[in-house]
């Protein structure tokens, strides 16, 4: 993806280097040593923190220059990162392979998205975890980040919907948070936080 080799092309982190809150809280119920995936990882930041918690994580992005400085990231850290360069829009991991999987600020469009939500899903494991935040539509309020589209925005229902029959919603939120990832996102946001576990 062109736009996102540009924006990763530029000095430091769009996102920053330190985890997501909602990640660092979620991956609590993550079994020691699990097997995730972390699609849309960009950068690394996400990623390789699971790594650093000693998990074997995969992360893809369709971005060549993000991953360079994830695995860049990953070297400065200690750990161990598997990347891979693909295209959620066509894509899909090996079914019941993963012990979770994160989705942190993947915005796909509602064209795409239903397909490559449910792959995911069926990626994971039985009891597997599939822990997710985006921005929710009333985030066009706001101006810490994300896509000014808003059929690339997700709510909670939306998101509940996509998996039934799949995984088992523990949490379905949506509200305000305060965002300091890196440049990319500072502020007063609108999100939503879903939390799932495969069935």
Known sequence: MQMWDQRFSEAGFKYG???NAFLQEAA????????????????GRNGVWLASQGHAVTSVDSSRVGLQKAQALAAEKGVSLCTALVDLADWSPQP???DGVVLIYVHLPSAI?????LALAQGLKPGGWLILEAFHPLQLQHHSGGPKDGDMLYTPEQLSAEFEGLLQPVLAWHGETVLAEGPGHQGLAHVTRWLGQSI
Do not use: K, N
């Open 113 to 117: 998205r239903r397909r490559a939500h």
């Open 28 to 43: 609590q119920r993550l079994a020691p040593a699990s097997e995730l995936l972390v699609p849309g990882d960009g950068e």
């Open 17 to 19: 280097t330190e985890p």
């Open 96 to 98: 019941a392979s993963m």
